[in-house]
């Protein structure tokens, strides 16, 4: 199993999550985050008075899939939330070693 963590611009969400959705990906997890790279920020006026905005809003989708879907996934993403622009996110796979659901105790690629 994999763990796939991609920051993304908030409007291209989503576009990502109907890809996902249609390579029968169940579950994902959304959290709204703020931060920068190469991106690093921009200023903006705001009554008069000039403000350096650092950390950029962004947002993380997190998905945990089998092997086989992993690459699908990671295509998928990057089809959908790039724009050719500095700031379009970052992906980071990782291997899990095991799931567990709760309600039925069912583990492995079947907990997913």
């Known amino acids: ?7 993304i611009r908030p409007f291209k969400l989503e576009e990502v999550k109907e890809g996902l959705v249609e390579l029968g990906i169940k579950g994902i ?5 703020k931060g920068f ?5 921009h200023t903006e006026i705001y009554r008069g008075s000039e403000y350096n905005i650092d950390f950029i809003p962004k947002v993380k989708i997190e998905v945990v899939v ?3 879907l992993a690459d699908k996934a990671i295509a998928t993403i990057i089809a959908k ?3 050719g ?3 379009d996110g970052k992906i ?6 095991d799931a567990i659901r709760i309600r039925t105790e069912e583990s492995g690629d079947s907990a997913l």
């Open 81 to 83: 939330a790039k724009t």
């Open 1 to 7: 199993m994999k763990k796939i963590e991609a920051i």
């Open 66 to 68: 089998g092997e086989e």
């Open 92 to 97: 980071f796979v990782s291997d899990i070693s």
């Open 29 to 33: 997890t959304v959290t709204e985050v």
């Open 85 to 87: 622009q500095v700031g």
């Open 37 to 41: 790279g190469r991106q690093k920020g």
